[in-house]
């Protein structure tokens, strides 16, 4: 998959879980800027302090786990890693040694 099909898909994924988590949680989320990196990494440092708060109190944060995977794929998509396609070349090399 082109890099720009991949940013495509984790912008749309990203967008949905932002939304999701949104909605279900009692306080906003800061607002989501999918072009600045540093905004990213702040936005995935209030949601898992979130989290981190949520296991202390009665009061529980949203699920997150689909919301931090999708933040951090874009922050490295933008640092030119791309996860998805390391994975696949090692299970495709896995399944090359296998044989």
Not at 10 to 28: H, P
Request: hydrophobic content about 40%; proline content about 3%.
């Amino acid at each position: 998959m082109e890099k720009t099909a991949r940013v495509d898909e984790a912008i749309e994924s990203l967008i949905a879980e932002y939304d999701k988590y949104s909605q279900a949680a009692d306080k906003k989320l800061p607002p989501l800027d999918i072009k600045d990196s540093e905004s990213l990494e702040k936005l995935l440092e209030v949601v898992l302090l979130r989290e981190s708060l949520s296991q202390r109190t009665t009061k529980k944060a949203p699920a997150s786990v689909k919301l931090r995977a999708a933040i951090a794929d874009l922050i490295l998509l933008n640092d030119n890693f791309d996860r998805k396609q390391i994975s696949a070349n090692a299970a495709a090399e896995n399944a090359a040694e296998v044989e």
